[in-house]
């Protein structure tokens, strides 16, 4: 089963305001740049 792509878990009612921000980082910490990127644990 394929995960949802984060910009299409929340689209409308209540959160989606909110949430757009949230789906946007999870769509940048995806990318290659990101996991290259070294990481405070």
Known sequence: MDA???DA???EDDG???F???GSRLMEMR???YMAAPHAC
């Open 31 to 33: 990318s290659v740049e």
């Open 16 to 18: 989606a305001f909110e």
């Open 9 to 11: 878990l929340y689209t």
């Open 4 to 6: 949802e792509p984060a």
């Open 20 to 22: 757009e921000p949230t």
